[in-house]
């Protein structure tokens, strides 16, 4: 049997799947821009035109010569056209004239300032403007936003509406991104049965099938759920081994620990490649990572808060990285009260954020500490990241929190 790291830091399992997933990037696609939100951009995208094209008007009102305004009183120019969003007419704007104009309107020609209608008064063809205004008002000048060559969007970006808009507006059609990977999802045990169905004396219903799609739709991703791996380590052989041919990834929850049914990692071994098993963090000490065929493999542990802490904190770096995302930006909050924690590992407690009336986000940490308890991480809103070795934390102390 092959030798594998086990038990090991924190850091050095989330490095460890960082390099997996960086040696295993899936595939650029080139998808319309429809197809493209929350998609994970595939390289830089560079401005191919100006933004704005051309100066044009940010205001309804009268484009004018600012020379032919006055600083003290008012000026009174003749209305010699109307230029209206949408195909430029070719007019121009000489000494004492001004043409009325709509906002987003190309500029016509020697005209370099807009008059806000408000600032008008109209009689017959000539426009009264009020003293005061500006040169450059109410114009938005070509390039202002982007210029040709630019670089307007970095490849790593997982792209939201804005980001997609902008390059629609710079008549970019289709984006380069990264394909999702395809994830199977696999609960274990005979214990387990599907909401809905009348419980027997030691079973339980199948939370984590429902947790683990959940996290995963959230990452855009459109997950298959298989059926339940049963106890039996030859028929879980053959149900993984089956999922690993067709997807990128395979992740399971339960039967990664120690126990006598906890089949998963010796299989692993036997058919695949462990990377590591077991880590030092807590909740989700008994993680399992590898591949297994052409597909990555991560063993989640059984319980529904370590299914949530390692695929929040570890699952993710792997499904991530497969896209090229850039590293997600960490967030920090004060302590609503102070913890102590007395062991070495790292560890993740639910929390539940908050915003003071100063702009400060505080965070308040749940009681429960069990792996079992679902129903504390559905009062949270968060995780509450502890780093290594035994501490003392005092309220108002800044913790990193993972929101979810």
Request: aromatic share 4%; glycine share 10%.
């Amino acid at each position: 049997m092959t030798e594998f790291a086990t038990s090991i830091l924190f850091d050095e399992a989330r490095e460890i799947l960082r390099q997996v997933a960086a040696t295993h990037r899936l595939p650029v696609e080139h998808v319309a821009l429809a197809r493209a939100h929350g998609r994970v951009l595939a390289g830089d995208i560079v401005a191919p035109i100006a933004l704005q094209p051309f100066d044009n008007s940010a205001m309804d009102g009268y484009a004018c010569r600012h020379a032919d305004l006055c600083a003290a009183g008012t000026a009174s120019l003749a209305l010699v056209g109307e230029q209206f969003a949408g195909r430029a007419l070719g007019l121009h704007v000489g000494a004492g004239e001004c043409v009325r104009i709509t906002t987003g309107a190309p500029m016509p020609a020697g005209a370099d300032t807009v008059v806000m209608r408000e600032d008008t008064q109209i009689d017959g063809d000539a426009v009264t403007m009020r003293a005061g205004i500006r040169q450059g008002a109410n114009v938005r000048k070509a390039g202002e936003d982007a210029l040709p060559g630019d670089p307007v969007l970095r490849a790593g970006t997982r792209l939201n509406a804005v980001q997609v808009s902008l390059a629609a507006s710079l008549g970019v059609e289709r984006l380069p991104v990264s394909a999702r990977p395809t994830v199977a999802v696999f609960t274990t045990g005979d214990e387990l049965i599907e909401p809905g169905m009348p419980l027997q004396p030691g079973e339980i219903y199948n939370s984590n099938r429902e947790l683990l799609m959940g996290l995963l739709r959230a990452e855009g991703l459109e997950p298959v759920a298989w059926p339940t791996l049963p106890d039996e380590p030859e028929r879980i052989a053959s149900m993984l081994q089956d999922a690993a041919s067709s997807f990128d990834v395979v992740i399971t929850c339960g039967a990664v620990s120690a126990g006598e049914k906890d089949h998963i990692p010796a299989l692993l071994q036997a058919h695949g490649c462990v990377h590591f098993w077991k880590v030092r963090m807590k909740p989700g000490m008994p993680l399992l990572a590898g591949s297994l065929g052409q597909a990555q493999f991560l063993g989640l542990p059984g319980n529904p808060v370590s299914v949530l802490a390692t695929f929040l904190t570890l699952g993710r770096v792997l499904i991530d990285g497969m896209q090229g995302r850039a590293d997600r930006p960490s967030r920090f909050a004060r302590l609503q009260s102070g913890i102590e924690k007395m062991h070495p590992r790292r560890e993740f407690v639910r929390g539940t954020l908050q915003v003071d009336d100063t702009g400060t986000q505080w965070v308040t940490p749940n009681a429960a500490t069990g792996s079992h308890r679902l129903r504390a991480a559905a009062d949270a809103d968060a995780l509450l990241v502890l780093a290594e070795g035994a501490r003392s934390l005092a309220q108002g102390d800044v913790v990193e929190v993972l929101t979810y």
